[in-house]
């Protein structure tokens, strides 16, 4: 939890992208749903996802054992398909099918193109995304 936080305040706001923070403010003050959906392990990005005020999670998990990390992953890693199939279980978790949201999606990696293919508004590195 340390290093997560010391990830917060010194890297995030060094490496946050203006435009996506902006996109972010946007949303949230729009009061719509946001969900920080990444790769990432979750033993930082839980802390990246509350200093964004970001209320949702998916992620990749981190296997722990002992109170340390085991190496392994707890979860398949959120990359590529996987990501897509995660946001969708998340959709059922909610009670509400996928075409009830008006999805936007924002990516910058090729991981990110199969949540951009689904998206309602996509964009990829800062600019409007088709598919």
Not at 28 to 34: E, K, L
Not at 113 to 119: D, E, N, T, W, Y
């Amino acid at each position: 939890e340390e290093s997560a936080q010391r990830l917060v305040t010194r890297w995030l706001p060094r490496h946050l992208n203006p435009w996506a923070w902006d996109r972010l403010q946007s949303h949230q003050q729009a009061g719509h749903t946001c969900v920080l959906l990444s790769a990432s392990l979750d033993v930082y990005l839980g802390a990246v996802a509350r200093a964004l005020n970001i209320p949702h999670l998916i992620c990749t998990g981190l296997a722990m054992q002992d109170g340390r990390c085991s190496g392994r992953m707890s979860t398949p890693n959120c990359h590529g398909e996987e990501k897509w199939h995660r946001l969708q279980a998340w959709f059922a978790q909610q009670g509400q099918p996928r075409e009830s949201w008006e999805l936007h999606a924002y990516g910058d990696t090729r991981g990110d193109l199969p949540v951009l293919r689904q998206a309602d508004q996509a964009w990829w590195r800062g600019r409007p995304w088709h598919s």
